[in-house]
């Protein structure tokens, strides 16, 4: 996907130094690239819909039946609050290195606070919040560039339209163990 400014304006924040409230920064060869506020936000915007997902009564969840694209039309069942829950999980297991993903496990996951975090780590004040800006940036980036479905903006993946999704496996072509022979008889003429 490409950053533009329409994309980030409304997420940046007015009082940073680095993009100014526009939420791009210029790189290499005047590549623009969303700023870490940016990124940060996108992350927490995720983040409050996963605690709120979480922390709803069971007996409130809903089952929702979305139309598939395709020739037969039919849809699929599904349980939205506890399928974002989980993509919001195992994608940022997937993203983070090992030693991120236990600040990310006590900290976000579990609530743990700074001050338990980094007796439990063995960290620094200073580490653990850098630590903690890096996980959101990297996280906030990966939520908004999933394909085909991501995690931002939240009411998309919640209300959003169906997309064309195709396998992303290769087509195996399965080559029969033994070649397969027609079996014909024919009637002896002799005996005919
Ligand atoms: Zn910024």
Redesign the pocket.
């Known amino acids: 996907m490409e950053w533009n400014r329409s994309e980030?304006l409304a997420l940046?924040?007015p009082a940073?130094?680095?993009?100014?409230?526009?939420?791009?920064?210029i790189g290499r060869h005047g590549a623009t690239h969303p700023?870490?506020?940016?990124l940060r936000a996108i992350f927490r915007a995720c983040f409050d819909r996963f605690r709120e997902s979480v922390s709803r009564e069971k007996y409130m969840s809903r089952v929702t039946l979305d139309p598939l694209p395709g020739r037969d039309r039919r849809g699929s069942w599904g349980r939205k609050d506890e399928e974002f829950a989980a993509d919001f999980c195992l994608v940022s297991k997937r993203t983070l290195t090992e030693p991120e993903n236990r600040i990310f496990k006590y900290h976000f996951l579990l609530g743990a606070d700074w001050k338990l975090c980094c007796t439990k780590l063995g960290m620094d004040r200073g580490n653990f919040f850098h630590a903690v800006y890096r996980i959101e940036q990297k996280l906030g980036r990966v939520f908004r560039e999933l394909e085909p479905y991501s995690l931002f903006p939240v009411d998309d993946y919640f209300h959003g339209p169906s997309k064309n999704v195709s396998s992303c496996l290769e087509p195996v072509n399965v080559v029969p163990i033994r070649p397969w022979k027609r079996q014909v008889s024919v009637p002896d003429q002799r005996t005919a």
Do not use: K
């Not at 940073?16 to 920064?25: A, D, P, S, V, Y």
């Not at 700023?35 to 940016?38: A, D, E």
């Open positions: 980030t940046a924040a940073c130094n680095i993009c100014l409230g526009l939420g791009l920064r700023c870490n506020c940016v």
